[in-house]
């Protein structure tokens, strides 16, 4: 099956940025969306179609994606942003499946 | 506008549970609709989809020929029906919205989730 291939954690300190790679082979030719779930929650639509922000997601967040890897940013963190974060793309040739990807957990 | 599920619980190997999820202050019936998973410690786990007609069913491989996914229109309602329930089948399960556009979905709407333990 599909993998979509995620660092397993990171830690940044408050007021840095913390990058989160996303890695797959159909990463080029797919729109890649991001979740965030904190601790003992539902996930959330973090960023949308590679780089777009759903309402009520900060500026301080934003999608890239270069090649067959999509990249999520958090500038200037902070405490509430300790999570973890899964991303996903929609496979039309399989079952129409959402593929996530391993996650990433985010220490503050 | 929110999803609520319930019917979760304890249930034996080789049980049966019937899931469902409510969803208000939103146009059920012009959404497709999803199951979503997280067994504990792991990550997530997309489990079926189901188009807003029902026209359109899709299954995980891990759940093919056990599971029924199914909706209600009129009182905006998704159901997952899970036969044969087996111990890896123990997790979260979320309810969600799919959204569509440009040729790939996401899910934009997330219930709570509801627990599902298969033990015996």
């Known amino acids: 099956s599909y993998v979509l291939t995620q660092p397993p954690s990171l830690s940044v300190a408050p007021g840095r940025t913390a990058v989160i790679s996303c890695g797959g082979n159909k990463i080029g030719s797919s729109s890649v969306h991001w979740y965030q779930q904190r601790p003992r929650q539902a996930p959330v639509l973090f960023i949308y179609n590679d780089r777009d922000r759903p309402s009520g997601i900060p500026e301080r967040v934003s999608g890239s994606k270069s090649g067959n890897t999509a990249t999520l940013t958090i500038s200037r963190v902070e405490a509430g942003d300790e999570a973890d974060y899964y991303c996903q793309v929609w496979d039309s040739s399989r079952d129409h499946s959402y593929v996530f990807g391993t996650g990433t957990k985010v220490t503050v | ?120």
């Open chain 2, 1 to 120: 506008v929110q999803l609520v599920e319930s019917g979760g619980g304890l249930v034996k190997p080789g049980g049966s549970l019937r899931l469902s999820c409510a969803a208000s202050g939103f146009s059920f019936s012009r959404y497709n609709m999803n199951w979503v998973r997280q067994a504990p410690g792991k990550g997530l786990e997309w489990v079926s989809s189901i188009s807003s007609s029902s026209s359109y069913i899709y299954y995980g491989d891990s759940v093919k020929g056990r599971f029924t996914i199914s909706r209600d229109n009129v009182w905006n309602s998704l159901y997952l029906q899970m036969n044969r329930l087996r111990a890896e089948d123990t997790a979260v399960y979320f309810c969600a919205r799919g959204d569509c556009s440009g040729g790939s979905c996401r899910l934009d709407l997330w219930g709570q989730g509801i627990v599902v333990t298969v033990s015996s």
